[in-house]
C-alpha cells in the first residue's frame, strides 16, 4: 500500500517535475560514488545532506509551492556545488578559483543558493501576509532577508560540522572565508529580495493604490 501511495504522488507531479526528479537522483548517484571511490569525506557528507533534503522535497513538494524554475534553481545548485568540490582546473578546485581579484567560484555558488533560498521562502511566507502598502511591503522584505540570512548561518554551521568531524578544515577554510559566505549569501538575498519587493509593487501595491 505505502509503494502504491507513492506512485500516486510521484504520477501528481507535472511531466517536467518527474524528469527533474530523475535526473537529480541519478545524479546524486553519480556524484555520490565519485566522492565515495576518491575518499571525499566532506563531499559524502553534503550528498547524504542532500540527497535527505531531496527526499523532504518529493515528500513535500505540492505543499512546498515550489515552480518548476525553482526547481531548476536548487538542482542547478546542487550541481554546481558538486562540480566545484570534484573538478579541478590545473592544480586548483574549482571551489578554489578566483574569476575575478574580488570574486572566487564558491562566492558565485553561494550567493546562487541563497538567491534562489530567498525565492522559495518568499513563495512558502507570501500567502500568510497582507502587503497593504510600501511600509508593509518594506517589513516583510526585511523580515524575509533576515529569514535566509539565518538559513545560511545554519549551513555554516552544518560546514563547522565537516571541519570538527571529517578534518575538512583545509578544504573549506578559515574565518575569512566563512566570513565572505555570509557575505554573499547577504548579497545573493538581497538581489532577490529587491526584485520581490519591485514585483510586489507593480503587482499588489499598483492594484490597491492606482499609480500611487
Given amino acids: 500500500m505505502e509503494y502504491k501511495r507513492m506512485q500516486r504522488h510521484f504520477a501528481s507531479f507535472p511531466r517536467m517535475t518527474r524528469l527533474v526528479f530523475m535526473g537529480v537522483v541519478l545524479s546524486l548517484f553519480i556524484f555520490g560514488v565519485i566522492f565515495v571511490l576518491s575518499g571525499n569525506g566532506e563531499f559524502v557528507f ?35 556545488s558538486f562540480m566545484g568540490g570534484t573538478l579541478y582546473l590545473g592544480e586548483t578546485r574549482l571551489f578554489d578559483l578566483w574569476l ?53 548561518a545554519l549551513a555554516e554551521i552544518i560546514e563547522l560540522s565537516a571541519v570538527l568531524f571529517l578534518d575538512a578544515g583545509d578544504t573549506i577554510g578559515g574565518y575569512l572565508n566563512n566570513a565572505f559566505d555570509l557575505v554573499w549569501n547577504g548579497v545573493g538575498s538581497l538581489c532577490a529580495c529587491l526584485l520581490i519587493a519591485r514585483h510586489e509593487r507593480k503587482t499588489t501595491l499598483k492594484g490597491k493604490n492606482g499609480k500611487k
Fill in 46 to 80: 553534503y550528498s547524504f545532506l542532500s540527497t535527505l533534503f531531496f527526499i523532504f522535497i518529493v515528500s513535500y513538494y505540492h505543499r512546498l509551492r515550489l515552480t518548476e524554475t525553482l526547481l531548476l534553481g536548487i538542482v542547478l545548485h546542487w550541481l554546481l
Fill in 100 to 152: 575575478f581579484p574580488f570574486l572566487r567560484y564558491d562566492n558565485i555558488i553561494h550567493a546562487f543558493g541563497v538567491f534562489v533560498l530567498t525565492f522559495i521562502a518568499y513563495n512558502l511566507l507570501r500567502p500568510h501576509f497582507k502587503l497593504k502598502n510600501k511600509i508593509a511591503l518594506f517589513h516583510f522584505s526585511i523580515l524575509l532577508f533576515l529569514i535566509v540570512m539565518g538559513l545560511g
